[in-house]
């Protein structure tokens, strides 16, 4: 397995740098980054300021834990993870100890913020990230990172808010910038884009020096698509339709592996469901739909009026509405009048109507399922950057932690995966010269639309071994001639025995199978 | 309370009996004078700018406000307008679209409605190829019927430098502007830009803002009274003024369009639109209505009285008994004509004094031009290299240049019409001229008619020859070489020929020009710095202000340099617009003194019955003239109640520009002309 090997190759190094002093420092970010391998698949969330970033991790966790409340707290970069305990640990820029206390501290904190407390003061501007550990069943798959976003540019309350803690919007996007890009992969949010083009739209996010890592290890969300309705019956398709564009028109796809509409609110709002608003669903959705349809399309005049036939109190219509926004109600009472009633249903089908099921799907899929190479191609992105112009006298210093390097990096070299993952990367970049068809199969075998190997192969779900190994065989008959030819050149020419070696290594995993 | 509507139409009814008045008395510079200024009233227009980032619904908004449900302007989740958009009235639905020709001369094209798409959206034009520089829409709406022109503009981001170049240049003659927003996202940072850039064009002027914040989208969200607030708040900030200076209307085109469909009065509530016109006339009527009003009031008053003239003296010579009496008339008339037929003899003196005075004028626009500048370059120097979307993307702070130089050059070009209508009517009355001059103190000065209009100097001195001349130079200058030329010139051309009508057209095309060559020179420093800004990426952000700010150094030379190539048009410009008028109300006088003379030698014989026929004759001439005074004195009434409660000029500003707070005491009547006036002094 990859992840032994690697595992293997950070220990080689490390008994390489172990009996020499000076490599001391070398040592401890080599063994950093080796650590990191063994640490949950990162992934970051990153936009624009107001974007809707904290709004989807929320929705992503199924409960509210960003800290939206204090505006003090919202220039943080939230880190959440899985722990058994909830605690919450304040990370110090300045390298001070890092501080762990009870999630309540949290509340806490935003309270002596808002009342302009200079202690805490003190203490927010030395904060370089909060760590909350919550025992949630999402945080099994991999860890997220919020941050407080790419546009430096804050003003009105966020500069009032920043003025006091003596930070500039520089150093709060700079952070954002560092921790966006330290995670293993990367959700750009877009909420509906107040650009001229779409193509303006991605240059936030391609000046931002963020798309490095490009589509392998990004996906996109386009949130707030729940603002399409009422002018839209179906907003979820609207958005497909402008994330298509985005994709195809304004080449997002250079950039993203793929851009998904997501009714953000509805999902948050879904996750942190009340029994009470849970009722006054239910009471909602004995109101004949045209008439609900028409008081919902006055947001305003549903949340503060008396209203026909509607026995829920304008307050917690308010809250509702609020909460679901009004394409959320339409939808819970909807399907409240189909017969899903049960809270827990309920919950699962918002989820599921409001994109958020098969956007954690996609993220498991394309990001948890290639965690270890992503991971690894990271841990050896950082131990590249390691070695410094050597100092003319260092006795072999230098030497020594260029040997501890080589042994890191040749896993690029050596393993497949890091074959595949370079062969996508040419792809998504442009530089693939394949058939449309041969680009198809690429992605497919490389697991871009699936892990399983009948998914690789392109076959129904339920194909016999036989069928999966005569057709593995039949691929890799085909790759074989193409090598033998050459036929093309440059990245294309070198990721023609990768194919075919990928299509030997699940031939040997079908064929396995049969034994 | 009547309306801009009704009052207009009444006073464009009172044109006909004095037209056939002074036709029967063959006097022929009335005559064509009362034609002019009905022309100019009845085809006078009320701009009203549509301004805001893109996607926030301003085309929604504007086909609900012209109750348009066929999408007269193309709206759609996946495209944004990026065009500038004009709608006016007309006899037919027209739809030109304006080309930039090969040469930079622009091109017109009329085109169907189903083409609309293809030239102002952004997929239907992909990085605008087809060269499209402006749409003029003209519908036979009722709701366009009082002469309100509406220009959509693109998103102001910059993105497009020069159309947004093309938006700001507009702003200052726009008589009112919707900045138009929404409650579902919160103000971006180039809206506050934006804003920030156009409060410039205020405090040149001097005036009291014409603009209006409009947050659509209120149906989606169930508590937007936060939202208004805070973006009052930040609103308030960015424009330097009070926070209850700042009229916030949240509507609902939506809403506004189900009221019209269905008629459901919970939907025109949420639409909220009665209190939106109601905001937009309120500054319409403060800033332009009373001076379309004012300028035909006081040329039928002119006109009126001048006719009367020959009728009072005829009246006066049958009154006088003794031939003493008629002497001493008589000598009195004799002694005015002549008087009136010497003043063009002094045209020397005068055009002196006048030359001096606009002279005077000029050196006022400079300073104010000066000082916007002074707002704009401090903007850049605190605020444009500190932004990250600036220092990543040096093109879009060029535009953002661009632009801001477009506002206080439209700023300067409105001022200089204001300014020009107050010389003309303090030179009538105090220099060596002795001529009628306005009487409703309430109103505003009548503007100046530009040359073109006047019509009464030679096909020579017209400026069109002018106009082709500074274009030709300002392009010539060619100080962006051929990048700048290119991108420039369809910019200039375009701004010259349709943005500033009437009296700025020579300096109207010298500053299009203006802004044209800065878009173009950036448009070519832009080029080689993104490059370089790419392989810098965003490392050393001081390194990259200190670049910029080197590199745009020469650039604020450069627009000195146009801004008196500018103002010397500009004054030009003006001496020969008041001359012309002068020349003309001089006409006006002498064919009134003339036509009197003539009279006094007819009505010398006569019986006494004779002469109590002929008073009575007289008297039934002189009944319409007189009926028009009356009608005219209540209606300029009536104008000067629909600008509202008098306010005072610059309380509004934050005293950045040049004038502010010292003009007061000039006496002057209307509004927004207090400051330069001060600056005289």
Redesign the interface.
């Known amino acids: 397995m990859i992840r032994e090997r690697a595992g293997s190759a950070f220990r080689d190094a490390d008994a390489i740098l172990a009996g020499h002093p000076g490599a001391a420092e070398a040592r401890r970010l080599i063994a950093e980054a080796g650590g990191r391998f063994t640490e949950r698949l990162r992934v970051a969330l990153a936009g624009r300021v107001?974007s809707g970033k904290s709004t989807l991790t929320n929705a992503l966790l199924g409960t509210e834990l960003a800290p939206t409340g204090a505006l003090e707290l919202t220039f943080n970069v939230s880190h959440f993870r899985y722990g058994d305990e909830p605690s919450l640990t304040v990370h110090f820029q300045d390298g001070t100890e890092p501080r762990r206390s009870d999630l309540d501290e949290l509340a806490r904190m935003a309270v002596r913020a808002s009342d302009h407390d200079p202690a805490m003061r003190d203490l927010l501007n030395r904060v370089d990230h909060l760590e909350i550990a919550q025992p949630i069943p999402a945080l099994l798959d991999f860890d997220l990172v919020d941050t407080p976003g790419l546009?430096?540019?804050l003003?009105?309350?966020s500069a009032n808010a920043l003025r006091w803690l003596g930070r500039s919007a520089?150093e709060v996007?700079d952070l954002s910038d560092r921790h966006a890009s330290q995670a293993d992969a990367l959700i750009l949010v877009f909420?509906?884009?107040?650009?001229?083009?779409d193509a303006?739209l991605l240059?936030?996010f391609t000046?931002?020096?963020l798309s490095a890592s490009g589509p392998v290890t990004t996906v996109g969300a386009l949130t707030?698509v729940e603002?399409?309705w009422p002018?839209?019956d179906d907003p979820l398709a609207?958005g497909r339709?402008?994330a298509e564009?985005l994709m195809s028109?304004a080449g997002a796809d250079r950039l993203l592996f793929q851009l998904r509409p997501l009714a953000s609110l509805v999902a948050a709002g879904a996750g942190l469901l009340t029994p009470e608003q849970h009722a006054d669903l239910v009471s909602l959705a004995t109101v004949p739909p045209e008439t609900l349809r028409k008081y919902l399309?006055?947001?305003?005049?549903?949340?503060?009026r008396e209203l026909d036939g509607v026995t829920v109190p304008a307050q917690r219509?308010?809250t509702l509405?609020?909460r679901f926004?009004?394409f959320g109600i339409w939808l819970a009472c909807g399907l409240i009048r189909e017969g899903c009633a049960d809270p827990t249903e309920l919950r699962r089908e918002l989820l599921d109507r409001s994109g958020l099921t098969a956007f954690r799907e996609l993220l498991l899929g394309h990001f948890a399922a290639r965690a270890d190479v992503i991971k690894l191609d990271r841990a050896i992105q950082e131990v590249r950057l390691l070695p410094a112009p050597p100092p003319p006298d260092d006795g072999g210093r230098q030497d020594t932690i260029n040997r501890a390097v080589a042994v890191i990096t040749a896993l690029a070299h050596q393993e497949h995966a890091f074959q595949e993952l370079t062969v996508l990367r040419d792809h998504y970049a442009g530089r693939l010269t394949f058939s449309a068809a041969e680009t198809a199969e690429i992605l497919r075998v490389l697991g871009e639309e699936g892990s399983s190997p009948a998914e690789r192969l392109g076959l129904p779900a339920d194909s016999k071994p036989d069928a999966l190994s005569a057709r593995a065989i039949d691929r890799l008959d085909h790759w074989a001639a193409l090598e033998q030819e050459h036929a093309h050149s440059g990245p294309s020419r070198t990721a023609i025995p990768v194919v075919r070696r990928t299509y030997e290594i699940l031939l040997d995993e079908v064929s396995g199978d049969d034994a | 309370m009547s309306t801009y509507d009704d009052l207009r139409a009444e006073t464009l009814a009172l044109f006909a009996p004095v037209t056939t008045a002074a036709e029967t008395a063959n006097a022929d510079e009335t005559a064509r004078r009362l034609s002019d200024a009905h022309d100019r009233l009845a085809d006078g227009e009320l701009t009203v700018v549509v301004c805001g980032?893109?996607?926030?619904g301003k085309s929604t908004l504007l086909n609900a406000l012209l109750h348009e449900r066929e999408e007269l302007l193309p709206t759609d989740?996946?495209y944004?307008t990026?065009l500038v958009t004009t709608v006016s009235y007309g006899e037919t639905e027209q739809i030109t679209v304006t080309l930039e020709g090969a040469d930079g001369v622009p091109e017109r094209k009329e085109i169907s409605r189903a083409d609309v798409a293809k030239y102002v959206t952004?997929?239907g034009n992909p990085g605008n190829v087809e060269r499209a520089l402006l749409l003029e829409i003209t519908s036979p709406s009722p709701r366009l019927r009082s002469g309100v022109r509406w220009v959509d503009t693109?998103?102001v981001?910059g993105?497009?430098a020069e159309h947004t170049a093309v938006t700001m240049g507009f702003l200052p003659s726009a008589d009112a502007l919707i900045f138009v927003s929404d409650v579902?996202?919160?103000?971006?940072?180039s809206e506050?830009t934006f804003l920030r850039s156009a409060s410039t064009a205020a405090k040149v002027v001097d005036d009291t803002d014409g603009s209006i914040f409009v947050l659509t989208?209120?149906?989606?969200?169930?508590?937007?009274q936060t939202f208004v607030d805070?973006f009052a708040?930040?609103a308030a900030?960015a424009t330097g003024r009070k926070r209850d200076e700042v009229t916030v209307v949240p509507v609902s085109a939506?809403?506004q369009q189900?009221y019209l469909t269905g008629g459901d009065e919970?939907?025109r509530e949420?639409g909220n639109f009665d209190a939106l016109e109601t905001a937009l006339w309120t500054v319409l009527n403060r800033r332009r209505a009373t001076l379309l009003l004012g300028g035909a009031l006081t040329a039928l008053d002119d006109a009126a009285a001048a006719l009367l003239v020959p009728i009072e003296t005829a009246t006066e010579s049958l009154r006088r008994t003794t031939d003493e009496e008629l002497e001493t008339f008589r000598t009195e008339i004799e002694a005015r004509r002549r008087r009136v037929a010497e003043l063009p003899k002094d045209q020397a003196r005068w055009r002196g004094e006048l030359k001096e005075e606009v002279s005077v004028l000029a050196g006022t626009l400079k300073r104010r031009a000066s000082a916007g500048l002074d707002e704009v370059w401090q903007r850049f120097n605190t605020d444009y290299v500190?932004?990250?979307?600036f220092l990543?993307?040096p093109d879009q702070l060029i535009g953002q240049l661009s632009s801001d130089v477009a506002v206080v050059v439209g700023a300067v070009n409105e001022l200089a019409d204001r300014e020009a209508a107050r010389i003309l009517a303090e030179f009538a009355a105090s220099s060596s001229l002795e001529l009628r001059n306005p009487r409703f103190p309430a109103l505003p000065y009548p503007s100046v008619p530009s040359v073109a209009v006047t019509g009464s100097l030679g096909e020579a001195d017209r400026p069109s020859s002018d106009v082709r001349r500074m274009r030709e130079t300002t392009f010539g200058a060619g100080t962006g070489g051929a990048v700048g030329a290119g991108a420039g010139a369809g910019i200039g051309a375009l701004i010259g020929t349709f943005i500033f009508p009437g009296l700025g057209t020579a300096a109207g095309a010298t500053i299009g020009g203006w802004i044209g060559s800065a878009v173009g020179v950036t448009a070519g420093a832009a080029t080689t710095w993104k490059h370089s800004g790419e392989e810098a990426?965003?490392r050393d952000?001081e390194a990259r202000r200190r670049s910029i700010k080197t590199e745009l150094g020469g650039l604020r030379r450069e627009q000195d340099r146009h801004l008196d190539e500018a103002i010397a048009a500009l004054r030009v410009e003006l001496v020969k617009s008041i001359t012309a008028e002068l020349e003309s109300r001089i006409a006006q006088e002498k064919e009134s003194i003339d036509s009197a003379v003539r009279r006094l030698r007819r009505s010398q014989a006569g019986t006494e019955q004779e002469a109590a026929q002929r008073l009575a004759e007289l008297e039934a001439e002189r009944a319409p003239l007189d009926a028009t005074r009356e009608a005219v004195a209540r209606l300029a009434d009536q104008a000067a109640a629909l600008a509202g409660p008098s306010r005072t000029p610059g309380d509004t500003g934050t005293g950045a520009g040049a004038g502010t707070g010292a003009g007061t005491g000039a006496g002057s009547s209307g509004r927004g002309r207090a400051g330069a006036a001060g600056d005289r002094s």
């Open positions: 107001s546009d430096s540019s003003r009105g309350d520089e996007g909420d509906r884009g107040l650009a001229s083009s303006e240059d936030d000046g931002s020096g707030k603002f399409y002018r839209h609207e339709r402008v564009s028109d399309r006055r947001a305003p005049h549903f949340a503060s219509r308010a509405a609020a926004a009004p | 980032e893109f996607k926030r989740t996946l944004a990026r952004e997929s693109p998103g981001g993105v497009f579902t996202q919160p103000l971006t940072e506050l989208k209120v149906d989606l969200v169930a508590d937007y805070s708040a930040k900030e939506h809403a189900e919970a939907d949420l500190f932004q990250e979307r990543d993307q990426k965003k952000r």
